[in-house]
Structure formats: C-alpha cells, structure tokens
C-alpha cells in the first residue's frame, strides 16, 4: 500500500474541514468549527490501479505562510489548495499561498479546489479565471462539500497523480 501526506491549504473558513469531512466519512456539517493548528484524518482508496492511503493534514486557515505553518508541509507528498467560491480574497490569497508552497515545495502535486459550487450564483471568481489556470496546467475542481459534487472525483485525481509520480521516481531511482 502506497501512503501519501497531503495537506489541505487555504484561507479561513473556504470548507478546507467540511471537505475532508466530506471524503472520509460522507458527512457534512454546516456548523463552523476553526481548525487549530492541524487536524489529521486518513482514507484508504484505490488510484491508478494501486491501495492508497491519503494522510489528510487538514490546517488551520491562512492567507500566508509563517515558519510554523510550513513545518506542517514537511514531508508531503501533495497537497489541495481551497478556495471559497463566493470569496474573492480567498482565491487571491489561494494564488500567494501556491507561489510560496511551491517555492518550498517544488516537486508536490496539487489540485485546486474551487468550494461552495452549491452557491455558484454568489460565486465571485469567474469561471474564466478558473479556466485560465486550468490552461496553465492547474488541475481545478468544482467541489461543494455540502453536496458532495466532485469531492470525490478531486480527491481521487490528487491520488492518482501521487501514485504516478511515485512510480515514475522509483523508476528513475
């Protein structure tokens, strides 16, 4: 079985918990509850063809990294990067926080998760921005963790990258 660390990154209350929520247990809770430092969950599933587990490392929201937090990114294997669909601040904020995880973190996948498409008439991002950056290689995601629409399809992308660029370091190795 292949185990992967990944960490869900975002600003305060984009749905970083109800989506982990979400995919390991299939419930939603519309109560906001504030994450404290990490919080830490595990699925098992299979991707690309392999058992996998993902190590969720759900943290505390941020609009930029301090040392503290990016301690927590240390052996991580990928990541999932949340956005507030009806929150403009939290995809400007999503945009500096992949440039300085990706300066640490240069070989991590990720996948950004565009939350609360239930609400998509409130939504402040445009879906040409969206698409903007899925052109640039970006792997985006329309989720809602209330509803559940794509959580499971984004999760599950996420772990077959991860097992794909795990098979291919081996390779090289």
């Known amino acids: 079985m292949l185990h992967f660390k990944v960490c869900l ?28 430092g ?7 599933l299979r991707a690309a063809g392999h058992d996998v587990t993902l190590v969720l ?3 505390a929201g941020e609009d930029n990294f301090t040392g503290l937090s990016m301690k927590h990114l240390r052996g991580m294997s990928g990541y999932i990067l949340v956005v507030d ?4 601040d939290s995809y400007l904020a999503a945009l500096r926080l992949q440039g300085e995880v ?11 998760l565009a939350n609360k498409s239930d609400l998509r008439e409130d939504w402040e991002i445009s879906p040409i921005e969206l698409e903007g950056l899925s052109g640039e290689g970006w792997n ?9 629409d794509g959580v499971e399809e984004a999760f599950e992308q996420l772990a077959g990258t991860l097992v794909e ?7 090289t190795a």
């Open 140 to 148: 985006v995601h329309a989720t809602s963790a209330k509803t559940g």
């Open 102 to 112: 990706a300066a640490e973190h240069p070989d991590a996948r990720f996948v950004l």
């Open 9 to 36: 990154i975002g600003s305060f209350g984009v749905g970083k918990t109800s989506l982990v929520k979400r995919f390991v247990s299939s419930i939603y809770d519309d109560r906001y509850l504030t994450t404290v």
């Open 38 to 44: 990490v919080r830490v969950d595990r699925r098992e």
């Open 85 to 88: 669909g009806t929150r403009r």
């Open 57 to 59: 490392w759900d943290l």
């Open 165 to 171: 660029a795990a098979l291919s370091a081996a390779q």
